[in-house]
């Protein structure tokens, strides 16, 4: 499993991506972070509902996307999941997804929904796309059902979704695997190589005061700046002891950029979709106690200080 995983750290090898988000405090980061990298290609970024309604989380990738001058197509997706509706997050997020704190606003969204959108590329780009998927996977899940056979296109689905413990948003499901589990679920059925950034490699990406003040001091540029504002605007996590606040969204980018900094380990997941308290829990079998076939690879451990030094380096980059 872990060969047909595309890992780079090769400056001349630059991987086409596909951004799928609900900004979102961290998807915030995430965005300026991919934007900043030249890792990587930026061919679109998609928009759900999530961390609150589509109504916000559009115009908050917008205006992430003239902030930090990325001139990327930003396409309108689902504001519901496939069942159901999504319930915002607005203790960790604020009313407005960015924690009040207020941008330029954006140019308009591209034409299209998301869906056709990720379609689109998978069909005409001259190689295989990784999916990034830092929100509920309703806008990935939606295009490669509608076309299966563009599944062949997808190099890789990144996510940063789940978790091998205790929840956040239950104590069974992570936020982002709990809105949408359906749609998880048929990412985890595509036969495509999926890699997880769980609650419990986030928890290792604190973001404290003094990591904020030391990307105070990299520079004034005005996409560090909102970085910096919007992270101080995050609550401290009663989940992890009040130490700080997990920069959840970033992981999954910056795996593809630094893969150095982490571990993974191969695993079986699949997804509860019952109606009970575990709906929404990714069932990861870290130790092959199953003996189901591996079906993702998911991060373990990260180097926190090295992850905090690439966002400060890269954010001090922008404009």
């Known amino acids: 499993m872990a060969a047909a995983f595309r890992v780079t750290q090769d400056e001349t090898v630059t991987i086409p991506v596909i951004i799928d988000c609900d900004p979102g405090t961290d998807d915030a980061v995430a965005l300026l972070l991919a934007f900043a990298s030249p890792e990587l290609a930026v061919l679109a970024v998609t928009v759900a509902g999530g961390n609150t309604g589509l109504h916000q989380t559009l115009p908050n990738a917008l205006a992430l996307a003239t902030l930090a001058n990325a001139a990327i197509p930003v396409h309108a997706g689902a504001d519901r999941p496939l069942l159901g509706r999504f319930t915002s997050e607005p203790r960790v997020h604020g009313p407005d997804g960015l924690g009040g704190v207020v941008l330029p606003p954006g140019g308009p969204a591209a034409p299209g929904v998301a869906a056709d959108a990720i379609r689109t590329i998978l069909r005409s780009h001259s190689e295989p796309v990784t999916l990034i998927g830092i929100g509920p996977a309703t806008n990935l899940a939606l295009a490669l059902a509608t076309e299966p056979a563009l599944a062949a296109r997808v190099a890789q689905i990144v996510l940063m979704s789940g978790a091998w413990g205790e929840g956040n948003v239950t104590p069974a499901a992570e936020f982002n695997a709990w809105s949408d589990p359906e749609a998880l679920a048929i990412l985890l059925q595509a036969e495509r190589p999926v890699v997880f950034a769980t609650l419990d490699l986030t928890a290792q990406a604190l973001v404290t005061p003094g990591r904020i003040a030391a990307w105070r001091g990299l520079g004034d540029g005005r996409c560090l700046r909102a970085a910096c504002d919007i992270q101080a605007s995050v609550p401290p996590s009663a989940r992890l002891g009040g130490r700080g606040a997990p920069l959840h969204d970033p992981c999954a980018?910056?795996?593809?950029?630094?893969?150095?900094?982490?571990?993974?380990?191969?695993?079986?997941?699949?997804?509860?979709?019952?109606?009970?308290?575990?709906?929404?829990?990714?069932?990861?079998d870290r130790w092959d106690r199953t003996g189901d076939p591996h079906n993702a690879m998911v991060l373990e451990t990260l180097d926190a200080d090295g992850f905090f030094a690439l966002l400060g380096e890269r954010l001090a980059q922008l404009p």
């Open 253 to 284: 980018v910056a795996w593809l950029i630094r893969p150095d900094l982490f571990t993974a380990r191969a695993c079986s997941v699949r997804m509860d979709l019952g109606p009970g308290p575990g709906r929404g829990r990714t069932v990861i």
